[in-house]
């Protein structure tokens, strides 16, 4: 099994409001992130599915999860899990995190947080591969999220 | 129920003898040897070529059986563990060497040793302790302790012992 | 399970290039691409089996340069007479690559095309300035080694390419060296460090995700913290980030001293 935590945040000028509505539009964040596929809303701020696709030399990942929003508090904090497995391997993918949206004189701190876990073959494979690479989507994620709220 | 792989037949020597088969595409050699062809001394055992114990000689060569093509022996010739003794059963003296010098327990890596070894004697029929230890790196045993194994290949080669009776 | 698939067997170039170009995906040894398709982590539909394409295999030399094909076995290379002598470096690391079943299966195209992080031999090359040659029915291509890895298994590579050989300078080569720290079966660490009358290379590898390399006019040029601070190792069973770069100053210092001897 391989896994991670993260913690990252970012301050911008929008309001706690401004950035909420962005940040759980999920079809135009499915946009920033290259490995995520189709994203699709079952039940807005409750329930998710997304596709994920992603290449590595031979390796293929294709995984279908399953997001589910644990808790939720309109327009500070919301908190989901997404699990899913690979298509061709089977390999399960776990994924808890969170966003905070605190108020800071005038500005908004935007905070993410959580936790992942890769488990099956693929972990044993390419343990440190999968770390590097879910740092490279976070970063991705990220300075996207912070474009979006200039 | 029909196979969901196409087969292909398979003609190569093992150990001296002409044998064939037909077998679906993804067998890999170990499974051709042990289930198709009745001879089971080469062993599975990590299934990922790290541990040698399914360890064939093809063309004379040290290959990992069980990440091996079935079908890529075609035409060639490989020796497996059951081509060491003599047709009459009498061991090699390096089978010998290695009952003499207790280098087996369970026995299980023991096919992937002595083809190993059998591999290093045709290359260098004199081996120092060293030599037979870095020859040794891609197989494992969990009983014996190596050194056992080494003083077998080492008392084998002494006796000027290249191989196996069979071919 | 190993998911259908179906087989050829190339004996030219020209077979395998057709074969390439319309999906088939080569393999020689197999010792990854089987072991992948064993896991489920890839699944081709069709296999091209190289081993018989001789056009693919062998040493050649010339005065001031030595070719190795693609579908040559590490152990032939180890073994070959022209490339203990005047690439000893090459010979050494082909002879400890893995462990002898790994260097009878496995080839020298197989192992950079498959571009494992923690690959020996891909280091050597790029500290040696290798020209790697490529083919496809439309045309030939050369990619020098230091630029073929951009990614853990990412080459560049089309998928109805072949790599065809490695191109190896020998005309003035002064030092060559390869230090290596390896306690499982894959390399930690890997240093390189060949000096040539235009200039040294010093390639480190298996460390980090990619090989990373420098260039200096003297040995004196390379600095061992410098080298280590630069790679961003992975961490796994193996070792930590840090201890993984005190190998690297360790095994880079070793590599220097050992130049600073010759080239005084």
Redesign the interface.
């Known amino acids: 099994m391989t896994s991670g935590s993260f913690e990252r945040q970012f301050e911008t000028l929008r309001t706690a409001e401004e950035c909420w509505a962005v940040l759980t539009d999920v079809d135009r964040m499915a946009g920033w992130v290259g490995i995520v596929g189709q994203v699709i809303t079952r039940t807005p701020l409750v329930a998710y599915g997304a596709s994920l696709e992603d290449r590595m030399g031979p390796f293929r990942l294709r995984a279908d999860l399953d997001i589910r929003v644990t808790e939720r508090e309109v327009p500070a904090r919301i908190r989901f899990r997404a699990s899913g497995q690979d298509r061709q391997v089977g390999s399960r993918l776990t994924v808890d995190a969170g966003m905070q949206l605190v108020p800071n004189a005038g500005r908004t701190i935007v905070r993410f947080d959580g936790t992942y876990s890769v488990e099956g073959r693929v972990a044993t494979l390419g343990g440190p591969m999968i770390r590097h690479k879910a740092d490279a989507i976070l970063d991705q994620f990220l300075s996207r999220a912070e474009e979006e709220l200039r | 129920m029909t196979s969901p792989y196409q087969s292909r037949r398979v003609q190569f020597t093992l150990n001296g003898r002409s044998v064939a088969s037909v077998v679906p595409l993804p067998t890999m050699l170990v499974e051709l040897l042990r289930d198709h062809l009745g001879h089971s001394g080469t062993k599975v055992s990590c299934d990922t070529q790290v541990c040698g114990a399914c360890t064939v000689l093809v063309d004379g060569h040290p290959v990992s059986a069980c990440t091996y093509l079935a079908i890529d022996v075609d035409d060639a010739s490989v020796q497996s563990v059951e081509g060491l003794a003599a047709p009459d059963g009498s061991l090699s003296p390096l089978q010998q060497a290695f009952i003499d010098e207790f280098a087996l327990q369970c026995g299980f890596c023991t096919p992937g040793f002595l083809m190993m070894a059998t591999a290093l004697l045709q290359e260098n029929a004199s081996p120092t302790r060293r030599e037979i230890v870095e020859y040794f790196e891609g197989n494992i045993c969990r009983c014996s302790g190596y050194r056992p194994i080494v003083q077998a290949v080492l008392s084998a080669a002494g006796h000027g012992a290249e191989g196996g009776h069979g071919e | 399970m190993?998911t259908?698939?179906?087989?050829q067997r190339a004996t030219t170039v020209e077979q395998a290039l057709a074969a390439v170009a319309s999906g088939a995906?080569p393999y020689v040894g197999?010792?990854e691409?089987?072991?992948?398709?064993?896991?489920?982590?890839?699944?081709p539909e069709r296999l091209v089996?190289l081993?018989q394409v001789g056009e693919l295999r062998g040493v050649r030399s010339d005065d001031d340069s030595i070719t190795i094909g693609a579908a040559t076995p590490h152990?032939e290379v180890a073994a070959s007479l022209i490339v203990r002598e005047r690439l000893p470096m090459l010979a050494n690391v082909t002879s400890v690559i893995?462990?002898?079943?790994?260097r009878?299966?496995g080839t020298v195209g197989g192992n950079l095309c498959?571009?494992e992080?923690r690959s020996d031999l891909i280091p050597a090359l790029i500290a040696l300035r290798a020209r790697l040659r490529l083919r496809s029915q439309e045309g030939g291509r050369g990619v020098d080694m230091e630029s073929f890895v951009s990614?853990?298994?990412?080459?560049d590579r089309r998928d109805d390419e072949l790599l065809v050989d490695v191109v190896i300078p020998t005309g003035d080569l002064l030092f060559q060296q390869y230090h290596r720290l390896q306690i499982m079966?894959r390399p930690t660490v890997g240093v390189a460090l060949v000096g040539a009358a235009t200039g040294w290379r010093l390639c480190v590898g298996a460390a980090g995700?990619i090989p990373s390399w420098h260039d200096a006019p003297t040995p004196g040029g390379f600095d061992a913290d410098a080298v280590a601070d630069a790679i961003e190792p992975?961490?796994?069973a193996a070792g930590a980030a840090d201890y993984k770069r005190d190998l690297v100053r360790t095994l880079v210092s070793r590599a220097l001293s050992g130049a600073r001897k010759v080239d005084s």
């Open positions: 190993i259908r698939f179906e087989h995906v197999g010792t691409l089987l072991a992948a398709m064993k896991l489920g982590l890839t699944a089996d081993k152990a893995g462990n002898p079943r790994v009878w299966q498959f571009a992080p990614a853990p298994f990412t080459v079966e995700y992975m961490e796994d």
